[in-house]
């Protein structure tokens, strides 16, 4: 069994749809041991409530620096015996002290078709520069923006008729499809590993 934590700074959508094909045993051999966010308003707290999944909210206000956040992130994915950390709509980058500790065991979701796009707003800045196409992304972080290795992809036509909105609920539509099957295949390559 691979314990997950989830990391999220929003409403937690996908956090939500990941515990979800985890319950309906579609995603299996996985638990989702956590929910880490950096928000005490996050949504995905009520999603963590409502599913039965522990949270924690840890302020990056009250540490010095990111080495010290991090580190007390690091001591409580410890106690939770956390195999796999998994970014899901956090808005944070990841430091030295995570990276360190979690080598290609950090994924995460961006919705864009990378390297296209890379950073916060990739769905409105595939919108604005009127791309024919954008997608969404899963990749390994690394110590930069959105460059890790890419573990798989989809690409999404952009109609230009569509509005913002609509564009968003297509790149969302994809990233519920999409993240769970990679989770999957990714621990399914360390259950493999640890045998």
Not at 31 to 58: N, S, W
Request: charged share 20%.
């Amino acid at each position: 069994m691979v314990n997950i934590a989830v990391f999220a700074s929003g409403s937690g959508t996908n956090f939500e749809n990941i515990v979800r094909r985890i319950q309906d045993q579609s995603l299996h051999h996985v638990t989702c041991a956590i929910l880490i966010v950096d928000h005490d308003d996050a949504g995905a707290i009520e999603r963590a409530k409502m599913l039965h999944i522990p949270y924690q909210f840890v302020n990056p206000k009250e540490f010095a620096n990111k080495e010290a956040y991090e580190t007390s992130i690091l001591q409580i994915l410890t106690e939770r015996k956390v195999d796999l950390i998994v970014l899901a709509g956090y808005m944070r980058y990841i430091g030295t002290v995570l990276l360190a500790a979690y080598p290609q065991r950090i994924m995460n979701i961006h919705p864009a078709y990378l390297p296209s796009f890379p950073g916060a707003h990739g769905i409105r800045d595939a919108y604005e520069a009127k791309a024919p196409f954008t997608g969404v992304t899963v990749h390994y972080v690394d110590e930069g923006v959105d460059t890790g290795a890419i573990i798989d992809q989809r690409k999404l036509p952009i109609d230009p008729k569509w509005s913002l909105e609509q564009l968003e609920e297509h790149i969302h539509a994809l990233e519920y499809e999409l993240f769970p099957h990679v989770i999957q295949r990714v621990v399914d390559q360390i259950e493999e590993g640890n045998k």
